[in-house]
């Protein structure tokens, strides 16, 4: 193994390691979101981080055979966002956070 | 080997992990930030500009015909969801009062959401019924 291969390994390694660290902040977000539309913002970032290490993973191994999960994820990692707030998050209010003072206050 | 093609793959894990150092930026304002709409703001760096830096990372390294057309789909289709999804969490979000009033400095839909005829409480408007838990309705 030459000089550039070892450094492209130790960089693309470091790339693992945030994507990993990603995801786990990711993971504490939709454990304790305060809300649904948190977690379903956390879902839609999770698909972004899972395809940034499947990509991780191609380049390490130049591998293209994870290319079509990653068009899958891409495609359809919205889908969980869009039907949380379309239809789930009428019914979960969690806590009424408007103050009476705003209302009163614009008119 | 030659050593352009080196030198692209080395540019390539450097992009791969300057996209992964971005997506990291935008988690931890996910994690930090405190409300429902600065935290989509902060979803969408990682889901656009880090995801597209270690797409372009992976074209670098592979260097196929076929290989950089899935790349370039695959970045297509989250510049085109990416939008979507995060207008109707912050639509869900200002309808249903999820958001914090007091730090909005411009609030320009507010005016248009509380007609005269649909004022918070009154709940007797025309499309009082369209909306399912009243959005401006329930703030008391």
Redesign the interface.
């Known amino acids: 193994m030459t000089g550039p291969e070892t450094v492209d390994r130790v960089l693309i390694s470091a790339a693992v390691v945030l994507v990993v660290v990603a995801g786990a902040l990711l993971l504490f977000r939709i454990s304790r979101g305060p809300s649904m539309l948190d977690r379903a913002i956390a879902l839609d970032v999770f698909a972004a981080v899972i395809i940034a290490g499947l990509g991780a993973k191609s380049a390490f191994a130049r591998d293209a055979f994870y290319f079509p999960i990653m068009l899958v994820l891409a495609f359809l990692g919205f889908t969980g966002s869009v039907g949380i707030a379309r239809f789930i998050a009428v019914r979960d209010k969690p806590l009424p956070r408007r103050k009476p003072a705003g209302k009163e206050g614009r008119k | ?1 030659n050593v352009w093609l ?1 030198i692209a ?2 540019a ?3 992009l ?2 300057l ?3 971005i ?2 930026l ?3 304002g ?2 930090k930030l405190p409300d ?1 709409l600065s ?2 703001h902060a ?1 969408t760096k ?2 656009t500009l ?2 597209l830096l ?2 372009a ?2 074209a670098l ?2 260097r ?1 015909g ?2 950089l057309a ?2 370039a ?3 297509f ?2 510049l085109m ?2 939008p ?3 207008h ?2 912050a ?3 200002y ?8 730090e909005l400095l411009f ?1 320009d839909l ?1 005016a248009q959401l ?1 007609e005269p005829g649909q004022e ?1 409480g009154a709940g007797t408007g025309p499309d009082a019924g369209q ?3 009243g ?1 401006h309705g ?3």
């Open positions: 080997m080196q793959d080395t390539g894990a450097v791969v992990l996209g992964a150092a997506s990291l935008g988690v931890v996910m994690v429902v935290r989509s979803a990682p889901q880090g995801l270690v797409l990372g992976v390294r592979l196929g076929m290989d899935t790349l789909l695959i970045g289709f989250q969801t990416g979507v999804a995060a109707l969490v639509r869900s979000a309808r249903t009062g999820q958001i914090e009033r007091g609030d507010d509380t918070p909306e399912p838990g959005g329930t703030g008391r």
